[in-house]
C-alpha cells in the first residue's frame, strides 16, 4: 500500500523547538517584565507613603512648636524674666531646624508653596515679636504680641499648614488609589501571562506529538511490521522533516527488500522447477514404459482374467503416476495455513486408518501414541499430509512385520510429533535449508516427501530433526508451537 503523505509544509525539528523555547523565553520575560513595574510601583507608593507620613509628622510637630513658642512670648512679655526669654530663643533655633528638615523633603510646588507660607507667616510672628521683646516700648506688649500670634499663626500658619497637610493628603489618597489599581490589574495582568505559557507547553506538547511523537511511533511500528516479513508495509511520511526523510528512507528500503524477494523467490522456483525436470522425466519414464510393456504384453486371444489383470495393471500404473503429479503440484503451488484446533489423537487415528492399506499389504503394524487431550493450533489438512508423507516414507522403508510408531508429546509450549520406524534408517541425511525436492531410494519416490513436511513446519513457526536411533531405523520429528500467537510474539 502506498504511504500517507502530509502535505503540510515541513520544518525541522531544531527549528519547532527553537520557537517553542523562544515563546516560552518571551512568556517568562513578560512575566519578569510586569512583577518588575509592580514591584517598582509599590517600592516609589511605598517611599512616597513614608515620605508623606514623616511629612505629617514632622509639619504636626513645627505647628505644635510654634504654638508652645507664641505662648512661651506672651509669657515672657508678662514675666520678662531670664528664664522665659531664654526658652523663647531656644525655640527660635529649633524652629529653623525644624523647617530645614521639613525642606528637604517637598516634592513639587504646591508644598513648597505652602510650607514657604508657612515660614513666612511664622518669620512676621517672629518679627514682630522679637521688636517688642527687645524694645518694651509699650506697656501693654503683651497683647501687641497676643494680637501678633492671633494674625500671623493662628491664621496665616494655620491657613498655610491646613494648605499643607490637605496637599499631603490628596497625595497620599493618590498613593493608595494606585497601590489599589495595580493590585486589582495584578490580580487580572498576571495570570494572562502564566496561562500563556500554561497553553503554550500544552500545544507544544500537541505539536511535538503530531509532528514528531506520532510519526516515530509510526516508524517504529512499520520497522516491526517489515522485521516480521511484511515488506507491503509502508510508514506515512510526516512530522518534520527528520521524520519525513526517516520515513522515505524505510519505504524505499521496504520497497528494495520486496523486490530482492520477489526475485529470490524467482530464482529459487526456478531452481526448484531445474531440479524437477530431471526427476519428473525420470519417473514419468517409468510408469510409461510399464504401460507399454503391459500393452505389449498383452494379446487378443488373452482370456478374461488376463486382460482384467492388464487393465488392473494399467490403472494403477496410472493412478500412482497422477498421485505423484499432484504431490508435485502441491508441492510448487503456495500455500497459506488456515489455523484451526487439531485432536492430536483423533489426527493420528485417522493417519492410520488412510494408511492402513499400504501397511496391510506390506505387513507392517502402524501403532498410535498419544496423550490424551492434547491440542494445537495447525492447519489440519497440510499437517495430515505432512505427517501422511513422512509415514508412507517409514512404511515402504520398513520390512516385513516391523512396527511404524506414531507419537504425540507435549514439550513445554509445544507438540512433538515422531514418525519412528525400524528400516535400514535414512540413505542421506535431509537439509533443512534445501529448496525443492531432495534425493529418493524409492523406484516411485519423488523426493518432495521430507521437503513439503519441512514447508509444513515452517509455515507452523516449527523445526524438522532427524534422528538414527542406535537400535537402527529412522526417527522424524516435527516440533510445532501450540499457540500461533504465542510463536508469533516471540
Same mark, same amino acid.
Given at each position: ?40 510601583? $509599590? ?22 512648636? =510654634? ?21 523663647? $530663643? ?61 494674625? $500671623? =499663626? ?39 501571562? *502564566? ?95 510399464? &504401460? ?22 494399467? &490403472? ?25 484446533? =487439531? ?71 509445544? *507438540? ?33 516427501? &521430507? ?24 526417527? =522424524? ?14
Amino acid at each position: 500500500m502506498p504511504p500517507a503523505i502530509d502535505r503540510a509544509p515541513s520544518v525541522r525539528l531544531g527549528q519547532v523547538l527553537l520557537r517553542q523555547h523562544l515563546w516560552l523565553l518571551g512568556m517568562l520575560l513578560l512575566t519578569a517584565a510586569l512583577g518588575g513595574a509592580w514591584i517598582h510601583t $509599590w517600592q516609589q507608593a511605598s517611599a512616597e507613603s513614608l515620605r508623606i507620613n514623616a511629612m505629617m509628622r514632622e509639619a504636626q510637630r513645627l505647628y505644635r512648636d =510654634v504654638y508652645r513658642q507664641a505662648r512661651e512670648a506672651v509669657i515672657a512679655s508678662q514675666a520678662p524674666d531670664a528664664l522665659s526669654v531664654t526658652q523663647y $530663643w531656644e525655640h527660635v533655633y529649633d524652629m529653623d531646624a525644624r523647617f530645614a528638615r521639613l525642606e528637604q523633603q517637598l516634592r513639587g510646588d504646591g508644598e513648597q508653596n505652602a510650607v514657604a507660607g508657612m515660614r513666612h507667616a511664622y518669620g512676621m510672628m517672629q518679627t514682630q515679636i522679637n521688636v517688642l521683646l527687645t524694645e518694651r516700648t509699650h506697656v501693654d506688649s503683651y497683647k501687641l504680641i497676643d494680637a501678633a500670634v492671633e494674625r $500671623w =499663626v493662628n491664621e496665616a500658619f494655620a491657613d498655610a499648614y491646613s494648605s499643607l497637610t490637605r496637599i499631603l493628603d490628596e497625595r497620599n489618597e493618590a498613593v493608595s488609589t494606585r497601590l489599589h489599581r495595580w493590585n486589582r490589574w495584578a490580580s487580572w495582568i498576571f495570570p494572562v501571562p *502564566v496561562a500563556a505559557s500554561i497553553l503554550l507547553v500544552v500545544l507544544a506538547h500537541r505539536r511535538l506529538k503530531r509532528i514528531f511523537s506520532v510519526p516515530m511511533q509510526s516508524l517504529s511500528e512499520g520497522a516491526i511490521a517489515m522485521s516480521h516479513g511484511d515488506l507491503d508495509h509502508r510508514v506515512p511520511e510526516s512530522g518534520v522533516t527528520e521524520t519525513r526523510s526517516l520515513a522515505a528512507s524505510i519505504n524505499r528500503m521496504a520497497g528494495d527488500l520486496s523486490q530482492a524477494r520477489e526475485l529470490l523467490l524467482e530464482r529459487e522456483r526456478q531452481s526448484s522447477l531445474e531440479r524437477l525436470v530431471p526427476i519428473v522425466a525420470h519417473n514419468i519414464r517409468n510408469p510409461l514404459a510399464s &504401460i507399454r510393456a503391459i500393452a505389449q504384453a498383452s494379446h487378443p486371444d488373452d482370456d478374461t482374467g488376463e486382460r482384467e489383470e492388464s487393465r488392473q495393471a494399467i &490403472i494403477s500404473t496410472v493412478d500412482r503416476l497422477e498421485r505423484w503429479t499432484a504431490s508435485l503440484l502441491g508441492y510448487l503451488h503456495p500455500f497459506q495455513p488456515r489455523m484451526g484446533v =487439531v485432536d492430536t489423537q483423533h489426527l493420528l487415528n485417522e493417519l492410520r486408518t488412510l494408511t492402513q492399506p499400504q501397511a496391510a499389504s506390506r505387513n507392517v503394524d502402524i501403532r498410535v501414541e498419544s496423550q490424551d487431550d492434547l491440542v494445537l493450533q495447525a492447519d489440519a489438512q497440510l499437517l495430515e499430509q505432512a505427517l501422511h508423507g513422512l509415514l508412507i516414507n517409514a512404511l515402504e522403508a520398513s520390512p516385513t512385520g516391523a512396527t511404524v510408531t506414531l507419537v504425540a508429546r507435549q514439550d513445554g509450549d509445544r *507438540v512433538a510429533f515422531h514418525v519412528i520406524d525400524h528400516g535400514p534408517g535414512i540413505a542421506f541425511q535431509p537439509d533443512v535449508h534445501q529448496q525443492g525436492p531432495g534425493p529418493s531410494t524409492k523406484t516411485h519416490g519423488t523426493g518432495i516427501g &521430507i521437503p513439503f513436511a519441512l514447508r509444513v513446519c515452517q509455515a507452523h513457526r516449527g523445526q524438522m530433526h532427524f534422528a538414527t536411533p542406535a537400535k537402527g531405523g529412522t526417527r =522424524v520429528t516435527l516440533l510445532l508451537p501450540r499457540s500461533q500467537q504465542a510463536a508469533a510474539d516471540e
